[in-house]
């Protein structure tokens, strides 16, 4: 059974920084793309970033480019999200999901089969 465990979240200054880890277990994850979603209070859940585990090649919504990087960590099958030059509107519960091949469309909530349970992101300004 796939188990995703995200932790790292919590309260942090504007311009300040944040790395997420999401611990992937119950199958080898190589054949998987990983993603990060976010969703704020009152809002849809939204993409943040992917990763195809085996080739690297990453994908991020405009609003994180430049600040924010997706990373894979083989040897303890984890995915990480380094977070940098928060901004207020970046305050929400973050969520690991992974998606199975075929792959499907790495922005949608739908293509994605596991969830992790979600962590919270804070930012104050």
């Known amino acids: 059974q796939v188990q995703l465990v995200e932790s790292g979240g919590g309260l942090v200054q504007a311009g300040g920084s944040l790395r997420l880890s999401c611990a992937a277990s119950g199958r080898t994850f190589n054949n998987y793309r990983m993603g990060w979603f976010r969703q704020a209070p009152g809002k849809e859940r939204e993409f943040v970033a992917a990763i195809d585990w085996s080739s690297g090649t990453t994908y991020y919504t405009d609003s994180v480019k430049g600040r924010f990087t997706i990373s894979r960590d083989n040897a303890k099958n984890t995915v990480n999200l380094q977070m940098n030059s928060l901004k207020p509107e970046d305050t929400a519960v973050y969520y690991c999901?992974?998606?199975?091949?075929?792959?499907?469309?790495?922005?949608?909530?739908?293509?994605?089969?596991?969830w992790g349970q979600g962590t919270q992101v804070t930012v104050s300004s």
């Open positions: 999901a992974a998606q199975a091949r075929p792959f499907r469309n790495w922005g949608r909530t739908s293509s994605y089969d596991y």
